[in-house]
């Protein structure tokens, strides 16, 4: 497969160019023909001009490199190598939604030929590649499992915003049905991956290794957000105490904070969903997202408190919330935790107002309902600084109390940016 690549005698396709597909596309085109196919013009006609519709690659990443961006599938028949990179999201119920990846199977099943390779990087549960995805290509395709097509996994890492850990430099871990097509796929990887190629023992493992990840980090921070909890009634600061126990050398130094987004958000309920069809009832997974689930009620409420405490109707105040993304300095407002808490001050009937100068206006509006402000201006009862731009760790105390109420002066550092909790003309409060 590599010498075919090599030789131009056939190319890779990448389907699902958002944050994960692109980048990795980019990286195969350095030194392959790749087709970048997804099914939306609007992203599509943003690549083709050297845009990355997520903001997270710079022009000069496009340069130079042999790509062609399409939504027209029939130039998927000129590609031998399928990479799946489509989103794997939670529907309503919080039940996997499969319907993107499936969707992709059935494009794919359509092209794909003898020999051809389809490699699987969308956050599934264990047994979702070969169980779900597979039999929709043997249909279209009309072709054998293994006999006439092989298959991969090699779950995707990719950070958002992140600047130094690109994908090239994260360690990959591959997987594939057999021993054959674990050779192409480690080749396919190891060509344009820097940071090394981890083959695991089977496609379920891989699929498993992926979902945890994700599901750890959930549990760990679910951990520190009920500790937040129990310091606040005991009028302790859970910044200082993790500071005090990070000085253990074992000690696992996690902050509590609003958890959202399309990964730590969502990868669990995949493998929440696994668990439960073989009859296992999950306890500490489910508990752990509960109690982070429950967090944008909790600091509302503890606002609303402070707002009466204060001699202020929560009817009558007027909040301002900074950022809206599902984390720092990206665009991605996808699973914003932030979301649900302007949900949760109005049914308080606090007056919110809403800016962050990385999240599109539209999207915000289309996905929520919300409508941001352009600029901040006027003066509110509270403060809520829910993402950690860097727009706003720029903020000193002074834009604070321009904009503050004198009779209130509620500041709340869910991100625990400013070292203002001792000044007088604030009243702060962190998580």
């Not at 490699?119 to 979702?128: A, F, L, M, N």
């Not at 279209?140 to 092989?150: E, M, P, Q, R």
């Not at 904070?257 to 730590?264: E, M």
Request: charged share 25%.
């Amino acid at each position: 497969m590599i010498q075919r690549l090599n030789n131009e005698e056939t190319k890779v396709a990448v389907v699902g160019l958002g944050y994960v597909g692109l980048p990795l596309a980019l990286e195969f085109a350095k030194i392959w023909k790749v087709v970048g196919f997804d099914i939306k013009p609007d992203r599509i006609a943003l690549m083709q001009q050297g845009i990355d519709p997520s903001k997270e690659l710079p022009t000069e990443a496009f340069e130079n490199k042999k790509i062609e961006f399409t939504t027209d599938e029939a130039a998927l028949s000129d590609c031998s190598v399928f990479v799946v990179a489509v989103p794997t999201p939670v529907d309503n119920r919080k039940v996997p939604d499969l319907g993107p990846l499936l969707g992709a199977s059935e494009t794919i099943g359509r092209h794909l030929n003898p020999g051809d390779i389809v490699i699987y990087e969308s956050t599934v549960y264990p047994g979702c590649t070969e169980e779900d995805c597979v039999p929709i290509l043997e249909r279209n395709s009309g072709l054998t499992y293994i006999a006439d097509f092989k298959v991969g996994y090699s779950p995707e890492r990719i950070n958002p915003g992140e600047r130094e850990k690109t994908v090239e430099k994260i360690t990959k871990v591959v997987s594939a049905c057999d021993e054959e097509a674990l050779k192409d796929v480690v080749a396919l990887y190891e060509s344009v991956i820097t940071g090394g190629v981890y083959a695991a023992s089977s496609i379920k493992v891989a699929e498993a290794a992926k979902v945890i990840e994700n599901t750890q980090r959930d549990l760990n921070i679910s951990f520190v957000n009920e500790l937040s909890m129990i310091f606040d009634k005991m009028g302790i600061d859970t910044q200082e105490v993790i500071e005090a126990a990070g000085t253990k050398w074992n000690f696992m130094k996690y902050t509590p904070g609003l958890v959202g987004g399309h990964c730590i958000g969502v990868d669990h309920y995949y493998l929440l969903f696994k668990a439960k069809q073989l009859g296992h009832d999950p306890q500490v997974i489910l508990s752990g997202r509960r109690i982070n689930d429950e967090m944008p009620g909790y600091i509302a409420k503890r606002l609303v408190q402070k707002l009466i405490k204060k001699g202020r109707n929560p009817k009558d105040a007027k909040v301002l919330v900074l950022g809206i993304t599902f984390k720092e300095n990206v665009s991605d407002i996808r699973n914003s935790k932030v979301a649900d808490l302007v949900d949760e001050l109005q049914q308080y009937s606090v007056w919110v107002e809403l800016a962050d100068p990385h999240a599109n206006p539209e999207e915000v509006k289309e996905e929520y309902g919300f409508a941001l402000v352009e600029k901040i201006e006027g003066v509110f009862d509270a403060i809520i600084v829910a993402v950690g731009h860097q727009e706003y760790k720029i903020l000193d105390k002074d834009f604070f109390i321009r904009h503050l109420n004198e009779e209130t002066r509620l500041l709340f550092d869910l991100k625990g940016i400013y070292d203002l909790k001792n000044e007088p003309e604030l009243t702060v409060w962190r998580l």
